[in-house]
């Protein structure tokens, strides 16, 4: 009387890293725009709490990018000093985090609207250091972006 109703899981979503090329002339920039695309997508996957347990539940759009940007600024921070120096933005990252201020940083220069409001950032200081470093007209480089499959 009744068939058989077969139910499929839905399909996890499969992501694309989109490099812009100027993050492709060189293999540590590259390297490094990789690796923030694809913190974003462990972020989006779920499996980034797997190695950070202490960012269960930190998986909105701001979390992801400060946990990007932080992973990214890291891997910078570790190359040689000549290697830093090929990168302006990068090279200003790798100060942004070693004081502390990645999330501030994010807020700052990339909040989104409908993000919800974050307690206990130091924007005061990301100012000064912003103006330490003759940031004052900073503009954020983002050259990786996560496509979602079709």
């Known amino acids: 009387m009744f068939g058989k109703i077969f139910s499929k899981k839905p399909k996890k979503p499969k992501w694309e ?22 913190i974003k997508i462990r972020v989006r996957e779920g499996s980034y709490v797997d190695d950070h347990p202490e960012s269960r539940g930190m998986d909105s759009q701001f979390d992801e ?9 890291e891997f910078w921070a ?17 100060k942004i985090r070693e004081a502390g201020l990645i999330r501030e940083y994010v807020w700052r220069y990339m909040r989104a609207e409908d993000w919800q409001n974050q307690t206990g950032l ?10 330490a470093e003759n940031e004052e007209t900073h503009q954020v480089v983002t050259l990786a972006q996560v496509i979602m499959e079709e």
């Open 17 to 38: 890293i989109g490099l812009h090329s100027s993050a492709q002339e060189r293999s540590e920039i590259t390297a490094a725009w990789v690796l923030y695309a694809s």
């Open 65 to 73: 990018e400060s946990f990007a940007r932080d992973h990214m600024a």
């Open 78 to 94: 570790e190359q040689s000093a000549e290697v830093q120096s090929i990168n302006p933005y990068l090279e200003l990252l790798v």
């Open 122 to 131: 130091s924007i005061d200081k990301l100012d000064e250091l912003m103006t």
